[in-house]
């Protein structure tokens, strides 16, 4: 089977979105169960930039150790010590000092899903259409069979009126590899080259300053340039950034001037 790159970059994109999103932060949120009292907290000093690990002892007297992270799976970095936690399973919402908290972005989490869905949905669309078209049945209506045409090449229904000349299959694939040859590629490639620049890009950004990230800014060394990953801070250098979002936006604008292009180009051919 032939290589389809809008099926592949719509599969690309949605196994992406239902990872980071569905997996990497609604799974991990909802699967998240905690119940004690803070005990000791690092760093010591309370940030909501810096991530934090916890030693939080439950009613059992066991200490469980707990790392807040920059996601919103994670809960906030900036608890003090003698905070009482409780997160159940199977809910977004937790309880601080009895205190109900529910900051999960449901309606957020919940647009990116139907998002993944749908690319998902668009990629079996073109898998099964790009399968299907070359098995499609033409039906030609003409008056009578084509003189000299032998019934090894063609075979006819005659009803009263209309007499139904159908192509055969090794004909229909023929033609179909024809019409194939003369669609452009490039809007596709162009597409997917976009794709996987932006992804690049994504990637870049989140392992931005490491393995020692700058998580205040430092004019010394020039790591003034921040960069905010769902809450996490870091300080980069001018080339670093300029590098990350340069990528990204090298690849939404080369899928979407590649789109464009490719209408333009389709409607002035018509």
């Given at each position: 089977?032939?290589?389809?790159?809008?099926?592949?970059?719509?599969?690309?994109?949605?196994?992406?979105?239902?990872?980071?999103?569905?997996?990497?932060?609604l799974w991990s949120r909802l699967t998240l169960e905690v119940d004690g009292?803070?005990?000791?907290?690092?760093?010591?000093?309370?940030?909501?930039?810096?991530?934090?690990?916890?030693?939080?002892?439950?009613?059992?007297?066991?200490?469980?150790?707990?790392?807040?992270?920059?996601?919103?799976?994670?809960?906030?970095?900036?608890?003090?010590?003698?905070?009482?936690?409780?997160?159940?399973?199977?809910?977004?919402?937790?309880?601080?000092?009895?205190?109900?908290?529910?900051?999960?972005?449901?309606?957020?989490?919940?647009?990116?899903?139907?998002?993944?869905?749908?690319?998902?949905?668009?990629?079996?669309?073109?898998?099964?259409?790009?399968?299907?078209?070359?098995?499609?049945?033409?039906?030609?209506?003409?008056?009578?069979?084509?003189?000299?045409?032998?019934?090894?090449?063609?075979?006819?229904?005659?009803?009263?009126?209309?007499?139904?000349?159908?192509?055969?299959?090794?004909?229909?694939?023929?033609?179909?590899?024809?019409?194939?040859?003369?669609?452009?590629?490039?809007p596709r490639w162009g597409g997917f080259a976009g794709l996987v620049l932006?992804?690049?890009?994504?990637?870049?950004?989140?392992?931005?300053?490491?393995?020692?990230?700058?998580?205040?800014?430092?004019?010394?060394?020039?790591?003034?340039?921040?960069?905010?990953?769902?809450?996490?801070?870091?300080?980069?250098?001018?080339?670093?950034?300029?590098?990350?979002?340069?990528?990204?936006?090298?690849?939404?604008?080369?899928?979407?001037?590649?789109?464009?292009?490719?209408?333009?180009?389709?409607?002035?051919?018509?």
């Amino acid at each position: 089977m032939k290589f389809n790159p809008p099926a592949a970059m719509l599969l690309v994109a949605g196994i992406w979105i239902f990872y980071g999103f569905g997996y990497g932060d609604l799974w991990s949120r909802l699967t998240l169960e905690v119940d004690g009292i803070l005990v000791a907290r690092t760093p010591e000093s309370p940030s909501p930039r810096i991530n934090a690990d916890y030693i939080i002892r439950g009613a059992d007297g066991r200490d469980l150790r707990y790392a807040a992270g920059p996601t919103d799976a994670s809960l906030p970095r900036d608890l003090t010590v003698g905070t009482r936690i409780r997160k159940r399973r199977w809910s977004t919402a937790y309880e601080l000092n009895g205190r109900d908290v529910d900051d999960f972005p449901t309606a957020f989490y919940a647009g990116m899903l139907a998002v993944g869905v749908s690319c998902l949905w668009g990629a079996f669309i073109q898998w099964r259409a790009a399968k299907r078209r070359p098995r499609a049945n033409f039906h030609l209506q003409v008056p009578t069979i084509a003189p000299g045409a032998s019934s090894s090449h063609v075979s006819s229904h005659t009803s009263e009126k209309t007499t139904y000349v159908i192509e055969p299959t090794w004909a229909q694939q023929a033609r179909q590899r024809d019409e194939d040859r003369r669609v452009p590629r490039w809007p596709r490639w162009g597409g997917f080259a976009g794709l996987v620049l932006w992804l690049v890009g994504i990637g870049m950004a989140l392992n931005a300053g490491q393995p020692r990230p700058f998580r205040e800014p430092d004019i010394a060394t020039g790591h003034t340039y921040e960069i905010n990953n769902h809450g996490d801070v870091v300080y980069v250098t001018a080339g670093e950034y300029w590098r990350i979002y340069g990528t990204m936006a090298a690849g939404f604008g080369l899928g979407l001037s590649t789109a464009v292009a490719s209408k333009l180009i389709d409607r002035l051919r018509r």
